[in-house]
């Protein structure tokens, strides 16, 4: 009984430790960011928007337009070993009709891709996956992050 108590206590406190340590670290790289871009309001830092198939969304310099999603999360209902994934195509092209073709994707956390002096992260695709029903790409909404890098 002693060790199942002391092991939990254990968890608890080390787990906690850690979450304070990510977020003094996160708060660290965030700092000097908003202290160099300091004449940027919050909005021109960064955005949220969201697209779908139909859609070509300007943002500022940018023109975006979707082309393709791979949602392999797991669905509503069902049990999986693997919380899968979400792999966004996308079609970015700036004010000179430059064009770029990237993919963003998003595991557990969103993993950045550049843009013609963006930093661009994929927040979420809704709806979520349900047990049964298949989603077809013209019901299904992309959300984005865009910041904008000095």
């Known amino acids: 009984m002693f060790k199942i108590v002391y092991f939990s206590i254990f968890v608890f406190f080390g787990c906690s430790l850690e979450s304070s340590a990510v977020d003094e670290h996160t708060t660290m790289e965030a700092?000097?960011?908003?202290?160099h871009n300091a004449s940027l309001s919050n909005e021109q830092l960064s955005s949220v928007i969201k697209i779908d198939i139909s859609k070509?969304?300007?943002?500022?310099?940018?023109?975006?337009?979707?082309?393709e999603i791979e949602d392999s999360r797991c669905a509503t209902g069902v049990t999986c070993i693997w919380a899968g994934q979400i792999v966004v195509s996308l079609e970015v092209s700036n004010g000179n009709n430059e064009k770029q073709t990237i993919k963003?994707?998003?595991?557990?956390?969103?993993i950045a891709a550049q843009a013609f002096g963006y930093r661009l992260l994929l927040l979420d695709v809704a709806p979520h996956p349900k047990k049964g029903k298949i989603t077809q790409l013209r019901d299904q909404?992309?959300?984005?992050?865009?910041?904008?890098?000095p």
């Open 104 to 110: 963003l994707v998003r595991k557990r956390e969103p």
């Open 141 to 149: 909404t992309v959300t984005l992050k865009l910041i904008k890098q």
């Open 56 to 67: 070509i969304v300007k943002h500022h310099d940018l023109i975006l337009k979707l082309l």
């Open 31 to 35: 700092s000097p960011q908003l202290q």
